[in-house]
């Protein structure tokens, strides 16, 4: 047994007080009387020998400091702790990730809740178990290696903080398994706020351990019945004919006990320009497109306010509008097409995109660009150092293998579309278009089908090493409706839009995810959170950031971007499971016999109280 606080034994001086009422008692009065007769029948009714008047005295005196000795030790605290034998080592592995800043209505978050238990469960613990403290979010970091000193543990604890980051359990699990099996045995406390239904037992890029080789309890923090809303998905893009212009996409879910009325702000540079209120039902995500009129440079906001919302890392974003450079086109045709040229010259203007002619002869060119165009024509080797689309390709060559049709094209007026998700397609209207089939592509090589016919794939797209391909295996010139519509320049615009874009630069472009890692040329960061002043620049340990906070973040060479949470899981907050649902998983030879005696002490005081009033003032027997 332990006691929390032995400090309140200074409290034990009031057993002073029963030991001299006990033992020195006050002498007995004699009053002057006109008659004793009435006094005489009391003494009549009351009579009692001398031992029972003894014994009454000494019960009075044992109640007392009973009464004393039950408040005492609820002040020490007692608990219980194991025997030595029981268990070697404990690993506690605690939750740092973001949805442990959670605030309950006490005003306290999960994570201090966490600590807490944390400390409670180490005062049970005997001096001879060595402890090991781990913590994860994205990444398990030990902060405090196997230890006997439980100040080293304490200090540890008070050093920790939760982060703005998505958590990853299984890993984490699978790595104090292994390490609480070196001094086995061993037990790993788990503190989170997962319910053990949600958590997994490994990691996703890890194998599954054939068996547990330490037992594992899991401490649930979790709110009763928590509220919260956030966005979980975010991306911004340039429409394609309009390049003044963006578009948001956003993506909000919500955890609570019914559905609930998000609401839905959008500010640029701080002025409020869209409200939209979305009914979301619990567990779900709804989508919303928002068109966006800004400029390069602006501030972007997004937040989303709900009644009760307890977890306000995920209601905001904040980001830069990206700066869109122009993207310098190549088209390169023994005979350009007027269609081709009107679709070009109908995507921006010349702070948007600058075309560039060539014949056959002027072949390779000295200029570098972003994307070539082959209409109707191949040179003689591949391009291999920028995007290529290929219109109506006359033979194969590189990594696109066609065969001509011969007979001068094959109309196709019926199209299916393979993908309708993807970029190339985006604002086209499939069932409108038709074409003539001047070529039939291969449909089994890297590049992936998406407008198929009768005679095989007519539009295609891919990356391949690297570099991104489209292959259009018809004539818009001989086509019937499509150069006609607004769908030709659009998916013109879209190819070239979706060739020039990379992942890296996407994910700039839009918010990144907190906990990634972005490869900078910097040697130091500012961070701006939302809504606060920039920060002090911070060095960085080579050439990685780690995204480890909400805002803007901009390095000491001009690299910038933002960062949000951006996570399904740490927003649907869980909720605390019954009690009668099982928390641990404990094996019976490590089980921990543990327990805070100071409730049951409380209760004890309570019934000695319950007695004495019933001895000696219901029955008057003293």
């Known amino acids: 047994m332990q006691w929390m606080n032995p400090g309140a034994a200074i409290w034990s001086l009031v057993f002073i007080a029963p030991v001299v009422l006990y033992l020195f008692r006050r002498k007995r009065r004699t009053i002057p009387v006109s008659t004793l007769n009435f006094f005489k029948m009391l003494a009549r009714e009351h009579q009692e020998t001398a031992w029972l008047r003894k014994l009454k005295r000494l019960l009075s005196f044992l109640l007392s400091v009973l009464v004393l000795a039950a408040a005492l030790g609820a002040l020490l605290q007692p608990v219980v702790s194991p025997s030595t034998g029981a268990v070697r080592s404990v690993v506690i592995l605690l939750d740092r990730s973001a949805s442990m800043s959670a605030v ?100 996703p890029d890890q194998e599954a351990p054939a068996a547990r080789r330490a037992a594992v309890e899991h401490v649930q923090v979790a709110l009763d019945s928590p509220v919260n809303a956030g966005i979980v998905s975010f991306q911004i893009r340039k429409l394609p004919l309009e390049r003044s212009r963006y578009e948001a996409f956003i993506q909000v879910a919500c955890s609570a006990p019914e559905q609930r009325d998000v609401e839905l702000e959008v500010r640029l540079d701080g002025a409020l320009t869209a409200i939209r209120s979305l009914p979301v039902a619990p567990g779900e995500r709804q989508s919303v497109l928002l068109p966006v009129s800004a400029a390069a440079a602006d501030l972007l906001e997004l937040a989303v306010r709900a009644d009760g919302d307890v977890l306000p890392l995920d209601d905001r974003i904040v980001l830069r509008v990206p700066e869109v450079k122009p993207i310098k086109v190549v088209l390169a045709s023994e005979a350009v097409d007027p269609f081709m040229e009107l679709a070009l010259c109908s995507l921006g203007g010349a702070n948007d995109m600058d075309v560039y002619y060539a014949k056959p002869s002027d072949w390779p060119p000295r200029l570098s660009f972003d994307v070539a165009i082959f209409e109707s024509w191949l040179p003689d080797s591949w391009p291999g150092d920028m995007s290529v689309i290929l219109v109506n390709p006359p033979r194969s060559l590189g990594p696109v293998n066609v065969v001509p049709v011969e007979t001068g094209g094959l109309p196709v007026d019926s199209i299916r579309s393979a993908d309708e998700s993807h970029p190339l397609l985006y604002g086209v209207a499939t069932a409108r278009a038709a074409v003539t089939q001047t070529a039939v592509l291969e449909a089994d090589g890297a590049l992936e089908p998406l407008w198929v016919g009768p005679m095989g794939p007519l539009l295609s797209a891919g990356e391949i090493h690297g570099q991104k391909v489209t292959v259009m295996a018809f004539s818009p010139k001989v086509s019937e409706r499509l150069p006609l519509t607004a769908s030709f320049p659009l998916m013109i615009g879209n190819a070239l839009y979706w060739s020039v874009q990379s992942g890296d630069d996407a994910a700039r472009r839009s918010c990144r995810k907190t906990g990634s890692l972005v490869e900078t040329g910097g040697s130091s960061v500012t961070w701006t959170l939302p809504g606060g002043q920039p920060s002090r620049p911070a060095a960085l340990k080579g050439r990685w950031l780690e995204l480890d906070r909400l805002g803007l973040w901009r390095t000491d060479t001009g690299e910038h971007g933002a960062a949000a949470l951006l996570s399904l899981r740490e927003t649907l907050l869980p909720s605390l499971p019954p009690a009668s649902e099982t928390r641990a998983d404990v094996s019976a030879e490590t089980a921990l016999v543990r327990g805070d005696l100071a409730p049951l002490l409380l209760l004890a005081l309570v019934a000695v109280l319950v007695l004495e009033s019933w001895l000696f003032h219901r029955h008057s027997v003293y």
């Open 104 to 203: 309950s209505p006490g005003g306290r978050t999960l994570f201090d809740e966490a600590v807490l238990r944390v400390r409670h469960k180490l005062a049970g613990l005997p001096s001879g178990v060595g402890v090991m403290l781990m913590t994860y979010d994205s990444r398990t970091e030990i902060l405090q290696p196997r230890t006997y000193d439980r100040r080293q543990v304490e200090r540890a604890l008070q050093a920790i903080s939760p982060r703005p980051v998505e958590g990853d359990p299984g890993a984490a699990l699978l790595l104090a398994d292994k390490l609480a099996s070196l001094d086995a045995p061993a037990v790993i406390w788990h503190v989170t706020d997962d319910p053990p239904g949600r958590l997994p037992d490994f990691g």
